[in-house]
């Protein structure tokens, strides 16, 4: 109770020292979680996060909160189960509510080939122990009243994948917790301090420029989401990532009426309503590439236009505010964790695409032991950075792609 | 007029929006506010407060303030338990010292603690509840102009004179009823401009849209402009309004100033009490007391006093200590004095309305003057007229203005911020607008910013000492003000498209299958039966031993003709086609340039430069600008044509379809003259046609394509030609099941996004010497070079058949899926194709599959299941 009445800093300020062990570029989720598993399990902490903006003002700050496992791969599904199991504990762990409500999450297939395509998640997600099956407009009706389940509509819900552990949380909260809990345990948070080129020469990054100065470190790491390709090119490391704006809008309050995440593949659309009542809802990524931050009207119309199909009676309610961030898309929807083949110091957790708030705890655990140990957890391996090279990749594209 | 509020009747005068026809019945309190349920009364009576939402004919979140009266609606009030005047949930006031701000981040801090407390947090959210009504009819509209004037106060009215003299097409966007801006209500700030007016609605190169409002400026000058009712069966209409200069003559809005007990009922904006008096000859209140200064003050107070009410001396902001009151205002207290009053008007900050303007991209600086952050840095396409440039304002009060903090000093009232929140939370280290912004939640209420920004970066300003420059306002986004999904969303349409045989299919009584926006037929009931399984294995056997005929309009048909289509094609596909003779037809894929597969289909060359390919259903429209994206800047002569909707197209096959389609054309029809993949034109049953011998179903047969028109007489004329021979049309679901026997692929089931043809066992179709084609970096390497996963068919044990999708597994572990499985009669056991490990890719290799929970054995085969030599394909 204390502390719900003292108002302590969150976190301090810091000039910034000339050398660190670990320096993280992007103070997202993922760079944060990074920060604090190097600090917490491995006892690094001269880590200094690197970010340009306010904390948060990337993807961070600007997406859905969607939390769920119940992906396609048996690569995929333990790395994003252990995430939703640290996504848990969190609450817990940091002292500080991250509102995660575990409200269920249901993918919605309008068509055959779209159940047949859930049902391959729902049996590799049982062989894999994660809670998650295929249900139908029966049991659809019973959870989600307010959805259209009539067979009549436009398109008719065939079926729902529905994982009871999925849900949403806030996402600010866990950017302002983990920042808390890296603050006291020794991280320096470096807001407004943006990487502007790194020096490499032996096949090491030997320093990093930045509009604060400069600095060295044993270790840097890109946790930069929508700006990872640029970034790692200051490193002289190429990815083949492309970076596409994704859009989400929000709606005023109603009253609670919607108790789960509804996702459907095929309308391209999620919608989720918050404990303030207000509706969220998602877009798939814009078509074209880009790196702004302006919200097109064509992409409201659509997210209004399958919002509709759902739930036809919310035709009265109102948009208040649309947003996009900008997202980096690997060709295989899979992210990119690992150190770079080249560069021996300079490590990666980038490629996160739309899908990668619910991963970073998980990402940031396996990561900083891979950083401080030097060995990569076994989770880790599949999205190694060579795959590419090697013509491995991995299999999620078929599920991710709109299903945040 | 008479509407209903809570159940009882109100009348209304014309002119009366909701909101003046209840004030004048005496009605004060109109919502209860977000957290502390606290009563709130009309604020700004212009429509961009939270005060006076409420729900209307069903809609919720409705601002009443700015909706007109009319006969018969049904109004009521929402977020508050029973009512208006005694909500019970107002008691969470008394508990706020454990409601600071962030209060919940900090008090459940276990997973388990919050997940028991959040039923009851998100029962009390929310303002209006859910309508149940699904109807609402919207429009969309599309308009360009040379110049759009947003705003028709006078700077606006005469910025579209002057565009329209000078010769521009000019529209006029104003959200009022009538033209005229705030001297429709300021009366005392300068001549009415009805002559502007007149001259406005009178010119023939402006058109006026009045109370239409434009809630986003967007890449290129697109405005996005909302008409309520443009006409009976209308609710709303969105015009995307275009236009080559946008003029923003917005003006401003009036903001709230920070005192104690500022959210009263009673305490209004002077704009409010202006427009009450004015716009609806309602003095606001018996007893007023006025805070402001300067002439503005002076303007407002002689309004109340002509209106008939009893005025105090105007009290400065910098006096005022606080209003007090139960829920209504009882009196102010300033300079040490009570002032007892009904009402207190309160001259507040004047805020340029230039949300459109820093969303195309202009700056917003401070002007201490003025008190107001100006617009500047404009796009050339965009020009600002009148106070919303800040011309002509002077501050109301100071700023940034020392800060008391107060539990009861509300910053933003829409979710119930006050200023010693927005203390608590600075000192906390959200110190940036931004952060701040999203803590507190200030800012992200249904005002969307406009009672609270500017005090919010105040008291952020004076916290830190940064300023209110540094300071800087948040981002502003559109829509602004909020639009409806169903105005967004326009008219709902659901095309529908019907194949030309749609009618045969009908009479025959089609079971239908949805394809997109296609139907098709799914099997066909017969007097016998209806059950699917019967009737589709009844079409099966057909088709295995007589002859059967099926629909295959949908597929995407077009033409690609001229000197290079041979190159382009060659570049676009996989295989080769500059080398295909003309009559002859091959199987085409086309990938990626990750070597992914992402359509296939058959190419037909029907002359030298005339080639015919048909694609998958749903792909048809990819592939066309797939097509003519690689044709672009080639400068290559090649013309592509969609002739999918110009023909329709049937398959009829079988070992007796020889002998049916003989009776109906003259073609020599022999195996040796008309070969496997061999094309001809011809006609069939006197109709011009092209005739493919393809066999997706793996007997001998034709894909017939005829003009849509002729459809009809031709499938009419093939069942007649087929009737001694046992013939029978067949639907998709039999034709998923003969092509399943054949272990031919369909693209999109059986594959996925990060299929290669080679996995899909296709190795045939790239051909890895050619000079170039898309995807052949990635194909270059061997057929057989690592490979995720291969395409192998099964033969399950026992009767039961996997579902599509069931897993494929190795001593219990997921090791694949299957992708397409169906009960084989040929085989006489359930067959699938199923992607396996590699090692798993040998004939005879056993799997598991997964059927309801439990593992069952499957033989891989990697033959097709049915004549895997092809035999009576190529007879
Ligand atoms: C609209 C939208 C909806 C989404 N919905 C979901 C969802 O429902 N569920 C889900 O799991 N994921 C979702 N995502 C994706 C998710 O938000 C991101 O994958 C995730 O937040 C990435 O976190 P991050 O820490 O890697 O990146 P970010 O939060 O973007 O952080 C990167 C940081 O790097 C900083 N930076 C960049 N360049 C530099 C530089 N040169 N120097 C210093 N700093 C720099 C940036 O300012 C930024 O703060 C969504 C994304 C968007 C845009
Ligand atoms: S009083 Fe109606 S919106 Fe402010």
Redesign the pocket.
Known sequence: MDELFQSRRMWRRHELKPHYDVAI???????LATAYYLAKEHGVRKVAL????YL????????????RSNYRTVEGIPFYELSLKLYEQMSAELGWNVLFSQCGHLTLAHNDSGVAGLRVRAENNQLLGVDSRIIYPAEIRRLVPALDVSSGAHWPILAALYHPPGGIIRHDAVVWGYARACDALGVEIHPF????GMETARGRVERVRTTRGDLAAGAVVN?????AST?SQMAGVPLPIVTHP???CVTEPLKPFLHHVIVSATLHVYVNQTDKGELVI?AEIDPYQSYSFRGTLPTLEQMATYTLELFPQLHGLRVLRQW????DITPDFAPIIGRAEDVVNFYM??G?????????PGSGKLLAALIATGRAPELLEPFAPGRFRQGRLVGEKAAAAVS? | MRFEFNGTPVEARPGDTVASALYRAGQRVFSRSFKYHRPRGLLCGAGKCPNCLMQVDGVPNVRVCVTPARDGLVVRHQHAYPSLDFDWLSLAQRFDAFLPVGWYYKTFRSHALWRAAEPFIRRAAGLGVVPADPAGEYEHAFRQADVAVIGGGPSGLEAALAHAGAGSEVVLVDDQPELGGHRRYRKRAGPEPTDLIARVRSHPAISVLAGAYCFGLYEGNLLGVVQPAPHARCRERLLHLRAAHVVVATGVYEAPLLFPNNDLVGVMLSTAAQRLIHLHGLPPGKRAAVIGRGVRAEEVLADLRSAGVETHLLIAPEEVERAEGAASVSALRARGERFPCDVVVVCGHLVPDAGLLSQAGARLDWNAQVGAFCPAGLPPTMSAAGEVTGAGLSAAAPLPAPVAPHKRAFVCVCTDATTQDLCDALGEGFDHMETLKRYTTTTMGPCQGRMCQLNAIAVCARQTGRGMQETGVTTSRPPNPGVTLGALAGPRHHPIRRTPLHHQHADRGAVWLDMGEWKRPRYYRTAASSDETTCVRAEYAAVRQRVGLIDVSTLGKLEVRGRDAGRLLDKVYTHRFSDLAVGRARYATLCDDHGILLDDGTISRLAEDRYFLTTTTGNLDFVEQWLLWWLAGTGQHVHIANVTGGLAAVNLAGPLARDTLRKLTALDLGSQAFSYMACRQAEVAGIPAILLRIGFVGETGWEIHVPAECGPDLWDALLDAGREFGIRPFGVEAQRLLRLEKKHVIIGVDTDALTTPYEAGLNWVVRREKEDFIGRHALSGSPRSPRRESLVGLVVEGEQTPEDGSAVMINGRPAGRVTSARFSPHVGAPIALAWAPEAKAVEGARVEVRIRGRAVTARVTLEAFYDPEGARLRA
Not at chain 1, 25 to 31: D, K, N, T
Not at chain 1, 56 to 67: E, V
Not at chain 1, 352 to 360: C, L, Q
């Open positions: 570029v992007g103070a997202g989720v993922h760079g690197l970010e340009k903006g948060g003002c990337g993807s961070s700050g600007r997406n859905t909160a969607i939390l301090t943006e990487v502007t946790c930069t989401a929508g700006w970034v994704l859009q989400a998602g996009a961030g900008v997202c957790d980038v996160w695409g739309t899908y990668g708030f619910k991963a970073a945040h």
